[in-house]
């Protein structure tokens, strides 16, 4: 009797270990349409990329790229996600906002580089995010966290220290070269490039240090905050950091590999379509936002609106410090011209977006009021996009 009931055992015992292989492969699939996808297109050199005599096929090739892009880069956010569940704050949504801003640097380089100069992309590209995250994600972080919780709760501190740096280098990068004259237009000079270069790494560094040592706990979820321990957060399917952390690398490497890609059909479709220069950009920041606004408004949903706003200020923040000083270090190595000052309605549409987020988070709680405000300007900037 004991020799069959051992045989029966082993399939069940191999069944058991094949299943959560089995789910691995169906959970990963993105990574195949992904390499795939990178295959295809770098296997053919420029021919698909560079189609511009055909419209139809140009849009499908922008598409494509833009659906896989996207679909790697939610990738990215989850396991990123997972490793916050395993570290905790805010070590997990440093993680998510660092892959997210190395993203956004390699397609901003790329477009750059590809083509014909284009001066104000990696304004427009800055600018954007800017507008998304902190008008369109945050509206809506607020507006249906305060539809589903009526008030939520957040650490002043953490929110004050974010708004501290985002205002400092927000004006000192996209509104001063509008008014030096060393060199004319919205423009810095060598000298005031690399001076700018240095303090925007300097307080993003410092920025660091506070938010994961010295004051880690201001951005820590607020004791007011009442989080319910639903399975929202915790129903991803959480492995070893030794599965995540390499997932995220891969991932995050097959969205580099198609960003280059990208920009040409990004630039030809602008080029044949007669859009605005500024769309470039927004769809640059909407490629580099969508996962972190989709993980932000979860956070919401779970009434962790601490997690929400580190995600998002967090993103404007690393944007800032760390693409700003991207975007003229390219500058200074190519000898390309970039312009930097925001300008025409531009200009005032971002002073107000930043006064507003002041005032926004000026209490420790929010309501539904403050979000509606905040996708009025959101709207404000997609019109200024098609009707500047």
């Given at each position: 009797?004991?020799?069959?009931?051992?045989?029966?055992?082993?399939?069940?015992?191999?069944?058991?270990?094949?299943?959560?292989?089995?789910?691995?492969?169906?959970?990963?699939?993105?990574?195949?349409?992904?390499?795939?996808?990178?295959?295809?297109?770098?296997?053919?050199?420029?021919?698909?990329?560079?189609?511009?005599?055909?419209?139809?096929?140009?849009?499908?090739?922008?598409?494509?790229?833009?659906?896989?892009?996207?679909?790697?880069?939610?990738?990215?956010?989850?396991?990123?996600?997972?490793?916050?569940?395993?570290?905790?704050?805010?070590?997990?949504?440093?993680?998510?906002?660092?892959?997210?801003?190395?993203?956004?640097?390699?397609?901003?380089?790329?477009?750059?580089?590809?083509?014909?100069?284009?001066?104000?992309?990696?304004?427009?590209?800055?600018?954007?995010?800017?507008?998304?995250?902190?008008?369109?994600?945050?509206?809506?972080?607020?507006?249906?966290?305060?539809?589903?919780?009526?008030?939520?709760?957040?650490?002043?501190?953490?929110?004050?220290?974010?708004?501290?740096?985002?205002?400092?280098?927000?004006?000192?990068?996209?509104?001063?070269?509008?008014f030096t004259t060393t060199t004319g237009g919205p423009t810095?000079?060598?000298?005031?490039?690399?001076?700018?270069?240095?303090?925007?790494?300097?307080?993003?560094?410092?920025?660091?240090?506070?938010?994961?040592?010295?004051?880690?706990?201001?951005?820590?979820?607020?004791?007011?905050?009442?989080?319910?321990?639903?399975?929202?957060?915790?129903?991803?399917?959480?492995?070893?950091?030794?599965?995540?952390?390499?997932?995220?690398?891969?991932?995050?490497?097959?969205?580099?590999?198609?960003?280059?890609?990208?920009?040409?059909?990004?630039?030809?479709?602008?080029?044949?379509?007669?859009?605005?220069?500024?769309?470039?950009?927004?769809?640059?920041?909407?490629?580099?936002?969508?996962?972190?606004?989709?993980?932000?408004?979860?956070?919401?949903?779970?009434?962790?609106?601490?997690?929400?706003?580190?995600?998002?200020?967090?993103?404007?923040?690393?944007?800032?410090?760390?693409?700003?000083?991207?975007?003229?270090?390219?500058?200074?190595?190519?000898?390309?011209?970039?312009?930097?000052?925001?300008?025409?309605?531009?200009?005032?549409?971002?002073?107000?977006?930043?006064?507003?987020?002041?005032?926004?988070?000026?209490?420790?709680?929010?309501?539904?009021?403050?979000?509606?405000?905040?996708?009025?300007?959101f709207a404000v900037f997609v019109l200024l996009i098609f009707?500047?």
């Amino acid at each position: 009797m004991l020799a069959p009931m051992s045989g029966k055992a082993k399939p069940s015992h191999q069944a058991k270990s094949a299943r959560p292989f089995g789910e691995n492969i169906r959970r990963e699939f993105p990574l195949l349409i992904g390499l795939g996808t990178v295959a295809i297109f770098w296997g053919t050199g420029s021919r698909l990329v560079e189609i511009i005599a055909h419209p139809i096929t140009l849009i499908v090739v922008f598409l494509w790229l833009f659906a896989v892009i996207l679909w790697s880069a939610v990738s990215v956010a989850r396991h990123a996600d997972c490793l916050a569940i395993k570290w905790g704050e805010p070590y997990g949504t440093l993680v998510l906002t660092l892959s997210a801003i190395t993203i956004e640097v390699v397609m901003v380089s790329t477009a750059m580089l590809h083509g014909e100069n284009n001066p104000a992309l990696g304004r427009d590209a800055i600018f954007s995010v800017m507008m998304i995250a902190l008008n369109g994600f945050v509206g809506l972080s607020l507006l249906i966290g305060g539809l589903r919780h009526r008030e939520q709760y957040y650490n002043l501190q953490g929110v004050n220290s974010y708004l501290n740096v985002i205002m400092t280098l927000a004006v000192l990068g996209l509104v001063l070269p509008n008014f030096t004259t060393t060199t004319g237009g919205p423009t810095f000079s060598t000298g005031q490039q690399i001076f700018l270069i240095v303090v925007a790494l300097f307080l993003y560094a410092i920025f660091l240090v506070i938010q994961t040592m010295r004051h880690s706990g201001y951005f820590m979820e607020s004791e007011h905050a009442g989080v319910a321990a639903g399975p929202g957060h915790h129903s991803l399917h959480v492995q070893s950091t030794a599965f995540h952390a390499p997932m995220l690398l891969v991932y995050l490497i097959v969205v580099i590999l198609l960003a280059e890609k990208f920009a040409i059909p990004l630039d030809n479709s602008m080029e044949k379509f007669g859009l605005p220069q500024e769309f470039g950009g927004a769809m640059i920041a909407a490629l580099v936002l969508t996962p972190e606004g989709i993980g932000a408004i979860q956070a919401t949903l779970r009434n962790q609106l601490q997690r929400s706003i580190n995600i998002l200020l967090g993103s404007v923040l690393a944007t800032i410090g760390l693409t700003i000083p991207a975007v003229l270090t390219i500058s200074l190595i190519t000898k390309r011209p970039v312009t930097l000052g925001v300008q025409g309605g531009n200009l005032p549409l971002l002073l107000l977006t930043l006064a507003v987020s002041v005032v926004t988070f000026t209490s420790r709680r929010t309501n539904i009021l403050q979000g509606c405000v905040h996708l009025l300007l959101f709207a404000v900037f997609v019109l200024l996009i098609f009707a500047p």
